[in-house]
């Protein structure tokens, strides 16, 4: 079997899934508020205020990473946002597995270097501007 020459398919796939799988817990926050994000800053000292950030990478990131406008900038607000998510809710998941086996972090750590990867290899040649 052969595939395609070129790496524009694949910057793609990992742009549109990671972007779209991020972007539904934003509309999720969208629909349902940062209360829960809000008291998670507060208990760690942190203003509460600073829970409306998670629609930058929840929301903003990952539709510029979907439309590959901007996305290096949009998977660097989800790389921020997964890793504020991993230290604030799933910090005492880090070294746990599940019943299953798996990873208790698992997706984080997907959506996390999925979007780390995604910065570091730019958007390919399937997107709007080369950012």
Same mark, same amino acid.
Do not use: C
């Given at each position: 079997?052969?595939?395609? @020459? =070129?790496?524009? #398919?694949?910057?793609?796939?990992? /742009?549109?899934?990671?972007? !779209? $799988?991020? +972007? ?13 994000? @809000? =008291?998670?800053? #507060?208990?760690?000292?942190?203003? /509460?205020?600073?829970?409306? !950030? $998670?629609? +930058? ?13 901007? @996305?290096?900038?949009? #998977? ?27 990873? @208790? ?27």
């Amino acid at each position: 079997m052969r595939f395609p @020459a =070129g790496n524009g #398919a694949g910057k793609l796939i990992l /742009r549109l899934i990671v972007g !779209a $799988v991020v +972007l539904f817990h934003g509309i999720a926050k969208l629909f349902g508020g940062v209360g829960y994000i @809000a =008291g998670l800053l #507060a208990d760690a000292g942190l203003p /509460r205020y600073f829970a409306y !950030a $998670v629609y +930058l990478g929840e929301v903003f990131g990952p539709v510029l990473m979907i439309l590959g406008f901007y @996305a290096r900038l949009g #998977a660097l607000l989800v790389a921020i946002n997964m890793t504020v998510a991993i230290a604030l809710v799933h910090r005492h998941e880090i070294f746990s597995l599940t019943s299953q086996g798996a990873w @208790a972090i698992e997706l984080q750590a997907l959506l996390l270097f999925g979007a780390i990867s995604s910065m570091l290899l730019g958007p390919g040649r399937l997107a709007f501007n080369d950012r």
